[in-house]
């Protein structure tokens, strides 16, 4: 990177960073807002109709809540999988800083959590639903989940560690603080978790941390099929079809009726949750989040649903609604599952510790963008080892070359650009020009300054070669 770049760059970064010090902070003797955090699983930005993109009409409690609250309408995913992208979220940590890289490893035991920094300011942390953040995440059965692998959530605890393995949409178990089964049968799973947080809601006392993780509208593993209420699927029979799945083979043809029937339940849960608020006396001083860990895809990028580079896995859902956070209005900067829990932590009048690679977007919304880094820097694993920089203008990603014995390890020594969308022209990003002579200089450029993010990151140092050939 050349000096005057770097310095550029440099400059940005303490910017942002004083951008996000202190903002929000609640007035000195006004009662702190209750925090409710709804997690949906593999979550496309694109169903929200507010978003302008989705003519069925899926969500209109989420199109009613931004519309009083905050859209971010550029929210990425920092690795687009389920347990990376949750310790991301709770930690404002990358994956090479918070140790998560993949489905599996679990979170620290000391990890410096949203809900550790809001028990410090008095604030009980309580949790309803998927965790995923407990050790060998990805392939153990057992949910009962032991207090030090909670990441500081130490107050109401129902939850399993792997939700997808205990559980099925009309019966499974949860379990409480002390392992015990809390089982469900002929209900609803989302119906289930919410029926709990309304009894959690019926003893509270302010100011609570209230985080509802619900696997919907991930498919279900063990079938291989979104699973959505009787009678949810058939509304969306022949439906209109998102623009950067049509040209692609996958799965979306035979299941898209099934997502959207479970992206509809999902929006009617959020309206549950704000009534169960209002009629236990929390609705007016209670910010609700909405976000999802990650996007999908149908198999239209890879083998798989996610762990791609595509807007189709990283682009997600952020709506923030509540004191601090009204007035419909729509923050256009891009920013990052890393930026959620700083800007939850500034709405309480708490200060983020040093530990939090993130900002507070606090800012951003009450129109103060000076300063903001307006990029995302993300990394893949799995299906690939890689890392990705998403601009207003580009995606750009590059992979570690699948050599012979290749295996997912969480960072690698020398990476190859293979993916790059020009996001203004193709914002369904279905010209890769990766490789192409009229994008060369371009691609330096981000090649560059994804290097400068990598090291930001903590990651280890690695060389980024570029394309070897133009893609396709």
């Known amino acids: 990177m050349r000096g005057g770049t770097r310095r550029e760059w440099l400059r940005a970064a303490a910017a942002g960073a004083a951008l996000a010090e202190g903002a929000g902070a609640a007035p000195e003797g006004t009662e702190k807002p209750n925090i409710v955090l709804i997690i949906s699983d593999q979550f496309r930005a694109d169903n929200l109709g507010v978003l302008g ?5 899926l969500t209109p409690n989420l199109d009613a809540m931004a519309r009083r609250g905050v859209l971010f309408r550029n929210a990425m995913c920092n690795q687009p999988v389920c347990a990376p992208a949750r310790a991301s979220i ?56 032991p207090a030090a692998q909670r990441g500081g959530f130490l107050d109401l605890w129902e939850a399993s560690n792997v939700l997808e393995f205990t559980s099925h949409p009309m019966e499974g ?54 699973v959505a209420p009787d ?12 623009q950067d799945l049509r040209a692609l083979p996958g799965t979306w043809r035979s299941q898209l009726a099934d997502y959207y029937g479970c992206v509809s339940k999902m929006d009617e849960v959020v309206g549950d949750v704000w009534r169960l608020l209002d009629e236990n006396g929390f609705g007016k001083n209670t910010i609700v989040a909405f976000v999802s860990d990650h996007g999908c895809h149908f198999r239209t990028r890879n083998t798989e649903y996610k762990r791609s580079p595509h807007d189709s896995s990283i682009h997600i859902p952020l709506i923030l609604a509540g004191p601090g956070f009204e007035g419909g209005k729509v923050v256009e900067e891009l920013v990052s599952q890393v930026d959620v ?14 530990t939090m690679q993130g900002h507070s977007a606090k800012g951003l919304v009450e129109g103060k963008s000076e300063g903001w880094r307006n990029e995302v820097f993300f990394q893949m694993s799995e299906f690939v080892t890689g890392r990705g920089l998403r601009t207003p203008e580009w995606t750009y990603a590059a992979a570690a070359p699948k050599k012979a014995g290749w295996k997912p390890v969480p960072s690698a020594a020398e990476y190859v650009e293979y993916a790059m969308y020009d996001n203004r022209a193709d914002p369904f990003q279905l010209v890769n020009l990766a490789g192409r002579e009229e994008t060369r200089a371009a691609a330096a450029q981000l090649r560059e300054r994804m290097r400068a993010r990598m090291a930001e990151a903590g990651d280890s140092e690695a060389a980024v070669e570029g394309a070897w050939f133009p893609y396709c």
Do not use: C
Not at 91 to 118: C, F, I, M
Not at 198 to 213: E, I, M, T
Not at 231 to 242: L, V
């Open 53 to 57: 993109r989705n003519p069925e009409k």
């Open 90 to 145: 709770f930690t404002s940590q990358y994956p090479a800083r918070h140790g998560v890289w993949k489905n599996g490893p679990g979170l620290r035991e000391d990890a410096v959590t949203l809900a550790t920094e809001l028990r410090k300011a008095g604030y009980s942390a309580n949790y309803i639903g998927k965790w995923h953040l407990a050790p060998n995440g990805a392939g153990t059965p057992s949910g009962p989940v």
């Open 231 to 242: 009678g949810y699927s058939e509304r969306f029979k022949n439906s209109w079809a998102p």
């Open 173 to 226: 178990d949860l379990f409480d603080g002390d392992g015990r089964a809390l089982h469900y049968s002929g209900v609803y799973r989302t119906d289930f978790m919410t029926q709990r947080a309304g009894r959690f809601l019926k003893n509270a006392r302010g100011p609570f941390l209230l985080v509802l993780s619900y696997l919907e509208v991930h498919h279900q593993n063990d079938i291989d099929k979104f």
């Open 341 to 354: 829990t700083p800007t939850l932590l500034a709405a309480a009048g708490v200060r983020a510790p040093e």
